[in-house]
């Protein structure tokens, strides 16, 4: 289950780290777009747009479908729910780490000769 979570976790974050792929989110958040409009959006090639597009796809940020000879991509929640969902967890893990070490913190402070 953790290495499944995992994977999916690392195609997004892979995704998101790439400039172009994260102006593609960007834009998408603004509503539908075609292809042509992100390529002209991002200043590529359709082609190299078409391969950005993939890995959001692979990775659940984004979806299309094709009419005739046009795709057009919209944003995919799927795939920002389980980057949130990481994140969460992982602040979680952190603020009981801290507080943990508040509370010896604490106690240190509380202890005669300290």
């Known amino acids: 289950m953790l290495k499944r979570e995992g994977g999916v ?6 995704a998101l780290a ?14 539908p777009a075609t292809v042509s409009e992100l390529a ?10 078409v391969q950005h597009l993939q890995v959001l796809q692979d990775s659940e940020l ?3 479908e094709k ?4 795709r057009t ?3 995919d929640p799927a795939g920002l729910r389980n980057a949130e969902a990481w994140l969460q967890r992982q602040r ?4 009981h780490r801290l507080d943990r070490l508040g509370a010896v913190l604490d106690d240190q402070k509380k202890e005669p000769g300290s």
């Open 40 to 49: 002209a959006h991002l200043g590529v090639t359709v082609a190299a747009t």
């Open 67 to 70: 009419a005739g000879r046009v």
């Open 92 to 95: 979680t893990a952190w603020e």
């Open 62 to 64: 984004v979806r299309s």
């Open 9 to 14: 976790a690392d195609r997004v974050f892979h």
């Open 73 to 75: 991509c919209q944003i």
């Open 18 to 31: 790439d400039a172009n792929r994260r102006a593609v989110i960007e834009r998408l958040t603004r509503g």
